[in-house]
């Protein structure tokens, strides 16, 4: 069989410019780069180009920029509260940057950025940074009252402050895996299950079969496309709660 | 570790780095795009931040803002006028009343002027028919006692002449008158 069955090649960068290594470090401007960059021009048609009217009547575009916004001011207010209204750009610009790269994914033969785990750490890397720095400037060393919940006996507290210091600590990973792992995991599979299709094609009297995997492909499409919109969902979400310690530690 | 002098690495456009501790090959973990794929997120991420945060979301609060602002001053206007409107209702409510009111005055007084006025003509007429049926009773009363006397003269004629032609000889007026007043008087003539 002529078919190529690999379903990790579509995860490899593909350099258009190469600018050579830094020592280990090879440093090119790949596809995955020009698919940020292309979210981004994206990101600001619909944000600033569709809303230039500012029209009190709202067009199509415009009304679409308005519910994003409004949707992700709410969910901010809602999980971060009193104060938070500082934080919208940031999570607006994650979850339209997670949101847009995550469906860019699943436009076929296009590549998911957000596949690659280095990325995905960086972005949790942002909100935790932004936790800890906010955290420290606005209530000072109050903010590490954070690791020490209220109304806990003291011979506990030592056990309490350690699991609450891992948990922290675990945010940055769990947030960034979650996401990463969500993407390949559901490209590889989509990959294998259409795979299928030209394998049994190829394979003579087993064509018949080939229908099977091609529906199976079609159901995981769908619910590829409902896991790229979740995931967004889910970092902005989580993002929204974690900056929310940084507003708020005495809770 | 790739070696420091080998060409950069493209076969097939694509970065294929030998298997190395800390990749194996799958792209995800091939840490040597760590730095490059950092570099441009950080470039295209604060891209978007800044974007998102000075230019985007102002613009959209602001459309939001100008929205509400001119939702609720439509709905004050909406509010005033219909003040104004009960008002007007009210006023002309209280004026309709007033003139029902006046109306149901005028016709009230010009119903008591007539009935007054009908009673008054009424009395006269009555007063009127009164006196005429006085004077009636009266002539009738005068005339039947003339017709009386008249009678009696009459039938002491009669019976004067009755008794001359059957005896031949006239008898005394005064017995005759007599005579009739001893039949007629118990029972006088009905005038009515």
Known sequence: ?251 | MAQPHAPAPLKEGIIHEPASEHGGGFPPFESSTFAAQTLWLALAFGLLYYLMSKIALPQIAGILHDRQTRLSGDLDQAARAKAEADSARDTYERALKDAQDKAKGIAQTTREQLASEAETRRKSLEADLATKLAEAEGQIRTRTATAMSSVREVAADAATAIVERLTGQAPERGAVEAAYDRVAAPRPLSVH
Do not use: C
């Open chain 1, 1 to 251: 069989m002529a078919v190529k069955m690999d379903p990790i090649h579509q995860f490899e960068l593909k350099p258009l410019v190469s600018f050579g290594h830094i020592g280990h470090q090879n440093i090119a401007f790949t596809q995955s780069a020009l698919y940020m960059f292309l979210a981004v021009g994206l990101i600001a048609l619909l944000t600033i180009w569709a809303t230039k009217s500012r029209a009190v009547v709202p067009g199509r575009a415009q009304s679409l920029a308005e519910v994003f916004y409004e949707f992700i001011g709410q969910t901010v207010h809602q999980s971060a509260g009193h104060g938070s209204e500082r934080f919208v750009p940031l999570v607006f610009s994650l979850f339209m940057f997670v949101l847009l790269l995550n469906l860019f994914g699943m436009i076929p033969y296009a590549f998911a950025v957000t596949s690659h785990i280095i990325v995905t750490f960086m972005l949790a890397l942002v909100v935790i940074l932004t936790v800890v720095i906010y955290g420290f400037m606005a209530h000072g060393t109050h903010f590490l009252g954070l690791f020490v919940p209220p109304g806990v006996p003291g011979w506990l507290k030592p056990l309490i402050v350690v699991i609450e210091v891992v948990s922290f600590i675990s945010r940055p990973i769990s947030l960034s895996v979650r996401l990463f792992a969500n993407m390949l995991a559901g490209h590889i599979a989509l990959k294998i299950f259409a795979g299928f299709v030209p394998a049994l094609l190829a394979a003579g009297v087993w064509g018949i079969l080939s229908p099977l995997p091609l529906a199976l492909s079609v159901a995981v499409t769908a619910l590829e496309m409902l896991v790229a919109v979740l995931q967004a969902y889910v970092f902005a979400t989580l993002t929204s709660i974690y900056l929310s310690d940084a507003l708020h530690p005495g809770h």
